[in-house]
């Protein structure tokens, strides 16, 4: 079965600054999507950035980018010139391409942004 | 598209009662999912639906948790009897089978609290 570890619980970041979020997750597939969620207070899943694994080429979505270690089965989130709305809940999660179509989500890395 | 609608968006029951969550998935999407958030366990998947069949339950957490999915438009997952340790937020998600690169559309979450 795929795992997803986020090693963060929680972060802290200086408002316009840039923040790093880690993921790492194991599977045995070739082929697979990673993606990034936030979470804010409203608890609304919002979908920040995807990456498909058969792309060597680094995902980004303006002041968010991802740095994904396929290798190293590792896809990090990169957050450039932080806003205070961007203090959120934030989880990393796979999906298979494959028969078993399910989201797999890490436990979460709790970010705060400070002014 | 008025997105996938969970109803209701809070729920407070009493130990014993029965509990009904609905969640209406966005039209024509081929997958529906349930998952559970709780501040311990994160985000786990309870079950998901391929064309209104079930395809994974092994996320149900024990028989007093049921789901079903009559028809394309309307899903509802039941406890009975309900038990303070369901306490939790309730998301549906859809999918549709190809296209949107992998995504889920999350609902806004049915918040349950159980006396």
């Known amino acids: 079965a795929q795992t997803v570890t986020q090693s963060q619980p929680e972060m802290s970041v200086q408002e316009a600054e840039t923040v790093t979020l880690s993921c790492t997750y194991d599977?045995?597939?070739?082929?697979?999507?990673l993606f990034w969620y936030k979470q804010p207070p409203s608890r609304q899943m919002i979908l920040v950035i995807r990456?498909?694994?058969?792309?060597?080429q680094n995902a980004t979505e303006n002041r968010f980018s991802v740095n994904f270690q396929k290798a190293a089965k590792s896809f990090s989130l990169k957050i450039s010139d932080s806003q205070l709305g961007d203090a959120a809940m934030y989880f990393c999660?796979?999906?298979?391409?494959?028969?078993?179509?399910?989201?797999?989500f890490g436990k979460g890395t709790l970010l705060t942004v400070n002014p | 598209d008025a997105g996938v609608i969970q109803s209701p968006r809070h729920e407070v029951t009493e130990m014993g009662q029965e509990v009904t969550l609905r969640c209406k998935p966005i039209?024509?999407?081929?997958?529906l999912f349930w998952y559970r958030q709780t501040m311990m366990r994160g985000l786990e998947l309870l079950i998901y639906?391929?064309?209104?069949?079930?395809?994974?339950d092994s996320g149900m957490p024990e028989d007093r948790f049921s789901a079903k999915m009559p028809n394309a438009s309307f899903s509802t997952l039941k406890i009975q009897p309900s038990e303070p340790r369901d306490s939790a937020v309730y998301f549906c998600?859809?999918?549709?089978?190809?296209?949107?690169?992998?995504?889920?559309?999350f609902g806004s979450g049915t918040q349950l609290s159980v006396l």
């Open positions: 990456q498909e694994a058969y792309k060597q």
């Open positions: 639906f391929n064309n209104n069949v079930p395809i994974d």
């Open positions: 599977t045995s597939e070739s082929d697979y999507y």
């Open positions: 998600a859809s999918s549709p089978q190809y296209s949107a690169r992998g995504k889920l559309f």
């Open positions: 039209s024509g999407h081929d997958y």
């Open positions: 999660a796979y999906r298979s391409l494959g028969s078993n179509y399910k989201l797999t």
